[in-house]
């Protein structure tokens, strides 16, 4: 550019954990402040009371507590799925159609298999049928990517909605009663593949698994051999490969774990939870948890806040929209709000502006950027 | 017999927004930004034009100009859209925040705007309508040539469809001479496929992300509001807009990144929709039909990468954000 400017833009080093932190927190309450504004707006009720309302629908009740952990262990168990492939910058946003696919898997072992087995093999093999298919749905895309370098965003999203169709077909098949379109409680008499209950609530389970494979994702990521190499193929393949790692067996391996943990969820939804599949059972976390995983700059531990925040606002927003009568989706714009300013504040937090002053003008050689290399990319 | 004469024009009025869309997205992509936010854009497009129609039928009783009704709507369809663009460039081409993300949370945003309000609009508005029907507005949108129904099946295919079915395939057939053939688009191309050697070509990466991006949401918008105003008959109900932003993705890859292939296979698709109507077949095979859509685009992409010829890849750079100082 030929014009001076009165700034530019520069990388930041590494920021102190505590100072990029404290800019998220900001951008998050300035978002807050921004959604308490538009709400006014729409209800005229006074800002404090909306934020009370926000807190009692997510934690008013026990039950209401409950479903947040459901939720938030659900979504935390997506992100910590996708993250691993886009620590090596491979957009797998197909994890809608992981769940989905796995959710199916699950669902047809309970039905087909529920009076032909014991019910503790009945459980092993649809654990086994949800990890295998969520897995192969993840494959197919990174086949490809590694083998032929098709682009891994597009087909992952497309492969999303065959399994959306798939899902649809087979609950149309096996609808009960007929002619409803749901296929309804599985074995609700039985409880034939159900998985075991612990303690009061048919959550409990679901959270402790998920808290599990929080700690040990965390673990692979940071002190495997198999973390490093994920990391390397990210920073830069050519270097992944002038080191000796094979770019594409560690693409397929990373992503047969990236579908098996989503199959992990679609197992827990439908085993666990849900008794039952429908086209929405996955409910758009496929996408959010890539959010998340963002958020958390693809860190397991700051997932579970990540995670907690939107739940936290979905549920919140979705209390606000019964008491003042508001439509449902409400909670989406709030949510789409602050993920906005989440997304812009992280430039604060990457780069910096130098401000000229006027002495600055004509300066020799002044704090112009040296130039060269190729564009390069992050996330 | 197949019957061709019923099935195109249904066909081809399930294939125009996802025209729209598809055209929008590609003069994105072909910018560098890959723009998840689609369907999100196709939702504030469509609501944007109810918003603007439902005011302008209120505030008229029902007495319409047809003139005020076509430009109101299309005018703040236009408007609703454009915003949703430039947010999308600010986060990504400005802040150079993730595109995967920011087109996610758009999405998000963008379809919980259209049925909040769609939802919300009477409510908010304390009309004592029972819901929004804008059948004025409607009839002015899917207005044909008067003569189309006495010319008998070439009538029925080729002239039955509202203006802005025309007006999809002109801005398809204008946008892909522009790309190919002129100078404007080569720069634009250059700027996708590798943004520092165009930067140091003397090109303002910036502005013409910012152009394409921009331009590219409001043509997409415009697919929502033929969506809500023709296709539906000026009726909006939350969610009936459905999955077609994606299939507009899917559109792109499908074909190979070029806005006048874009105008025959809309009409696949749009046909592919809805073959199932057409077919004798169980209420459970329909949902098999609709998949074909996604099952081909797939294999496009597969056939694409192996084949490796140079014209049929995706833009070299989609997806990357262009930081000059970090080469």
């Known amino acids: ?379 | 017999m197949f019957d061709f004469a019923s099935f195109i024009p249904r066909a081809v009025v399930q294939g125009i927004p996802l025209l729209f869309g598809a055209t929008g997205e590609t003069l994105t992509e072909k910018s560098g930004n890959l723009n998840l936010g689609i369907p999100g854009i196709m939702y504030v497009g469509g609501i944007s034009g109810v918003i603007g129609a439902f005011l302008y039928e209120q505030s008229c009783g029902g007495d319409v100009v047809p003139a005020l009704a076509l430009l109101i709507p299309l005018l703040s369809c236009l408007a609703g859209s454009l915003l949703m663009g430039l947010l999308y460039c600010f986060l990504t081409v400005t802040l150079r925040a993730n595109q995967n993300v920011t087109g996610l949370a758009m999405t998000t945003f963008g379809v919980g705007f259209g049925n909040f309000f769609g939802g919300s609009l009477i409510k908010l508005t304390g009309s004592a309508v029972p819901s929004i029907a804008l059948s004025a507005t409607s009839s002015v949108f899917s207005r044909s040539l008067p003569f189309a129904a006495d010319l008998g099946w070439f009538g029925q295919v080729f002239l039955s469809y509202g203006f802005l079915a025309y007006l999809a395939v002109a801005i398809a057939l204008v946008a892909a001479f522009v790309l190919r053939r002129t100078r404007l688009g080569l720069h634009l191309r250059a700027v996708g496929e590798n943004p520092a050697t165009a930067d140091a070509a003397g090109l303002n990466i910036t502005r013409y992300k910012y152009a394409a991006t921009c331009l590219g949401s409001m043509v997409a918008g415009l697919g929502g509001l033929y969506y809500v105003m023709d296709y539906a008959s000026g009726v909006w109900s939350n969610n009936a807009f459905g999955d077609r932003g994606w299939l507009a993705i899917a559109l792109v890859i499908f074909t190979v990144w070029r806005p006048n292939l874009a105008v025959l296979a809309s009409i696949l698709f749009g046909g592919l929709y809805i073959l199932y109507l057409f077919i004798p077949s169980g209420m459970a095979d329909k949902e098999l039909y609709k998949m074909l859509p996604y099952v081909v685009t797939i294999v496009v992409l597969i056939l694409s990468s192996v084949r490796k010829k140079k014209e049929n890849q995706p833009p070299a750079s989609l997806g990357l954000p262009y930081f000059r100082e970090e080469r």
């Open chain 1, 1 to 379: 550019m030929n014009k001076e400017r009165h700034f530019h833009i520069s990388r930041r080093k590494e920021l102190p954990w505590y100072r990029a932190w404290a800019i998220r927190g900001a951008a998050i309450v300035l978002a807050l402040l921004v959604c308490a504004l538009v709400t006014m707006l729409l209800t005229g009720e006074d800002p404090l009371r909306i934020y009370a309302t926000m807190f009692a629908g997510a934690f008013g009740t026990a039950r209401k507590a409950w479903v947040l952990g459901q939720n938030l262990a659900i979504l935390l168990c997506i992100s910590l799925a996708v993250t691993p492939a886009f620590r090596m910058r491979f957009w797998n946003i197909g994890a809608e159609g992981q769940v989905l696919i796995s959710a199916l898997a699950c669902a047809a072992c309970m039905i087909l298999l529920a009076d032909r087995v014991p019910n503790w093999l009945l459980i092993v093999i649809m654990s086994a049928a949800s990890i295998l298919a969520g897995a192969i749905w993840a494959v197919i895309p990174a086949f490809f990517k590694a083998r032929f370098q098709t682009n891994e965003t597009l087909f992952t999203l497309m492969m999303n909605y065959v399994a959306t169709q798939l899902v649809a077909y087979f609950v149309i098949v096996w609808e009960v009663p007929k002619g409803s379109g749901t296929i309804g409680i599985i074995n609700q008499s039985t409880q034939a593949g159900w998985l075991p209950q612990i303690g009061d609530s048919k959550y409990l389970l679901n959270i402790l698994v998920v808290g599990v494979l929080t700690i040990l994702m965390f673990l692979y990521l940071n002190y495997t051999k198999h973390g490093y190499e994920i990391a390397v193929v990210g920073e830069s393949e050519r270097t992944a490969r002038y080191v000796g790692i094979k770019v594409d067996r560690v693409i397929i391996r990373t992503l047969l774990l990236s579908g098996a943990l989503c199959g992990v969820a679609g197992l827990l939804l439908v085993g666990g939870t849900d008794h039952t599949v429908t086209t929405t059972i996955a409910g758009g976390r496929g996408f959010t948890a890539v959010m998340v995983s963002w958020l958390a700059k693809f860190n397991p531990l700051a997932m579970i806040f990540a995670s907690f925040l939107l739940v936290f606002l979905g549920r919140g927003a979705n209390e606000i929209s019964t008491v003042f009568s508001l439509n449902h989706s409400f909670g989406d714009i709030l949510t789409g709000v602050i993920l906005f300013f989440i997304i812009g504040s992280e430039f604060f937090i990457n780069y910096q502006l130098h401000f000229r002053s006027e002495a600055d003008y004509g300066a020799p050689g002044s704090e112009r950027p040296t130039e060269g290399g190729k564009g390069k990319a992050h996330v």
